[in-house]
């Protein structure tokens, strides 16, 4: 007989339907819900407060571990729900309304988000609605497919309300690690000194008085299918293991490697995938997602622990995951999103950080949230938070995007989310640049000998050589750094017209 879910007898008397939990949102409130990418997140009672706001107009400030899937961040978006939102997101329909200007959007590093909530810099929080596999006798949660900021935001919140899924296996407990640091003068040291290491509990502590209703569904995580690896991207992660390679050779990295993160998506997933073709062995994986790829290295016997925040799969990689649960929670702990993008562990485990980037400039500053430096994409995750305190910071993206009519590399960024100080690698599909110990020409130099598709070689280094006549440390020509992108929006290409 399968362990009930609700353990607690005194909770039994909350439990109630979507709908009525979804009449505690009133309007104006603050709401913080679980969820890490399209994992465990509330599906029931967003969906029954968009369906609610269909009769009363309703606004909330909207707050989550990061992206969530269309039951929460495409409903409430379409219905007109959300006024403000943070810190990061995918969905098409959100991403629309926050280009429309009409949701306000507030793009966090993904590790400051608990901490700037508790010291009070982003106002109030409401409720929390949180997704659950179980209650514990003592009314504490157990988290399902994420852990994300759900720990701070239960701690936080004056009401909370339980979703447990039937959909995620009970399997899922003693996954999870959860950990929440003093804030200061308080704080003392993480005690995480390696990758497997477990520094606290296995629920999320919650007052059984706090749990407003508990609501069940079996909704499942509405995941993303991942793009098949293309040539590019792996001709991306063959150059970036023959980078490996020679840092091994220079003794600037041990056999092993250095524990590895990977950013979301579907070209850090195929990155990563080359690894599982490579010749490295008993890798270690610190990181927020934990994607198909993971799996695909644990499968293969070249992954000995891996720790994030989330498990990101495909439909077909979640499904692997179901059916295998029992042998990868050996290997697997889910942490709160504060620890596993923590930047003082992350210099300390000295992670290799291996990000995506939608444009570099020649000096090796990069945006990774804009298009056409005003529109937003997704936000800046926690690319963030690895990049400016890992061992090695290393940003990877084709050379051409829209069949070649635009250069990821130009000679000046439309937007910067990481700047030249903290990027020490960038890497397509024509080679790696290496920017450590280089002043900016020598970067510069680098960057379009190695890395731009060679229709952009020649502007690229025409432009250099006419703003190296101009002088400066990092040479410009402004009234033509930003022209490709002009160009892109008058004719539709980035190449002169002639």
């Known amino acids: 007989m399968e362990e009930p879910r609700v353990r607690c007898p005194e909770l039994l008397k909350k439990v109630t339907s979507a709908a009525e939990a979804a009449e505690l949102i009133k309007d104006g409130m603050t709401v913080g819900t679980s969820g890490f990418t399209p994992a465990g997140y509330p599906k029931a009672v967003p969906l029954a407060l968009a369906e609610r ?121 003693g996954m999870h690690d959860i950990y929440i ?162 930047p003082e562990v992350i210099r300390r485990l000295g992670i290799i950080a291996m990000n995506t980037a939608i444009e570099v400039d020649i000096y090796g500053n990069v945006n990774s949230t804009h298009i056409m430096g005003t529109r937003m994409m997704n936000g800046i995750g926690g690319s963030g938070d690895f990049s400016r305190s890992a061992y090695l910071s290393i940003f990877a993206t084709p050379s051409t995007a829209k069949n070649g009519a635009i250069s990821c590399i130009v000679p000046m960024v439309s937007h910067v989310d990481h700047t030249e100080h903290e990027v020490h690698v960038i890497v397509t599909e024509w080679g790696v640049a290496d920017l450590r110990n280089k002043c900016p020409v020598e970067r510069a130099q680098e960057i379009i000998n190695n890395c731009a598709h060679p229709d952009y070689r020649p502007l690229l280094k025409e432009y250099l050589d006419k703003a190296l006549k101009r002088g400066g440390h990092t040479p410009h020509c402004l009234e033509e750094a930003l022209s490709w992108h002009i160009r892109f929006g008058a004719h539709g290409s980035m190449k002169p017209k002639n």
């Open 181 to 342: 640091p003093a804030d200061p003068p308080k704080r003392k040291p993480i005690p995480l000194t390696r990758v497997d290491e477990r520094i606290g509990t296995p629920y999320i502590l919650c007052e059984p008085d706090k749990i407003a209703a508990i609501v069940f569904t079996d909704i499942p995580d509405n995941v993303r299918p991942l793009a098949p690896v293309d040539a590019i991207s792996k001709q991306m992660a063959e150059n970036l293991i023959e980078f490996f390679k020679r840092e091994i050779k220079a003794g600037r990295l041990p056999d092993k490697l250095l524990p590895l993160q990977s950013g979301v998506g579907s070209v850090a997933n195929a990155v990563l995938a080359g690894l599982a073709q490579s010749d490295f062995s008993d890798l270690e994986f610190y990181s927020e997602v934990i994607q198909d790829s993971v799996f695909d290295l644990i499968d293969a016997g070249k992954m000995r622990f891996v720790s994030g925040t989330s498990i990101t799969a495909s439909e077909a990689g979640l499904k692997r995951f179901y059916e295998n649960i029992k042998s990868y929670r050996q290997k697997i702990i889910l942490r709160p999103q504060e620890i596993s993008n923590n």
């Open 53 to 173: 706001a269909k009769k009363e107009r309703i606004k909330i400030n909207l707050w989550t571990g990061a992206s969530v899937g269309d039951e929460l961040d495409g409903a409430l978006a379409r219905a007109g729900i959300i006024n403000k939102r943070l810190p990061y997101q995918t969905n098409e329909s959100i991403r629309d309304a926050i280009n429309r200007r009409e949701v306000q959007y507030i793009d966090i590093h993904l590790s400051q988000v608990a901490q700037q909530a508790r010291y009070g810099f982003l106002g109030h929080l409401d409720v929390a609605i949180v997704e659950a596999v179980a209650i514990t006798p003592e009314g504490y949660l157990i988290p399902s497919t994420s852990v994300g900021n759900t720990p701070t935001f239960v701690e936080l919140a004056e009401k909370v309300i339980v979703e447990i899924n039937t959909s995620q296996p009970l399997e899922l407990e």
